[in-house]
């Protein structure tokens, strides 16, 4: 379940000026303290997203990795199976299966 951060409007209670709660994404956003009953307001809040950092996690994933190693020409350091390993912009068959990883 996520956690919200709400503000009180006026003085904080026990909980503090800002005060956090975990509800299911599907409920309503508090408009009262559940302890003192006073008004709040929700907050919005960094969140936390995991990216990948190695080309071999890009490549598990699914994405594709061009790094430019000359004028036109790129190195997939993410290819699988029979894709080409550098993409000359001037062939285009070299260039990489992206249709075979983008899906609906």
């Known amino acids: 379940m996520p956690i919200y951060e709400y503000e009180h409007i006026g003085q904080g209670c026990d909980l503090g000026k800002i005060f956090e709660i975990s509800q299911p994404m599907d409920s309503e956003k508090l408009s009262r303290c559940p302890q003192c009953g006073k008004e709040v ?41 029979k894709e080409s390993r550098y993409w000359d912009a001037r062939k285009p068959e070299t260039m990489p299966d992206l249709k075979s990883k983008i899906g609906d």
Do not use: Q, W
């Open 41 to 81: 307001k929700r907050l919005i809040s960094l969140c936390s997203v995991s990216m990948p950092k190695t080309d071999s996690d890009l490549k598990s994933h699914g994405f594709t990795k061009l790094v430019r190693r000359d004028h036109g020409i790129y190195e997939n350091v993410t290819a699988t199976g």
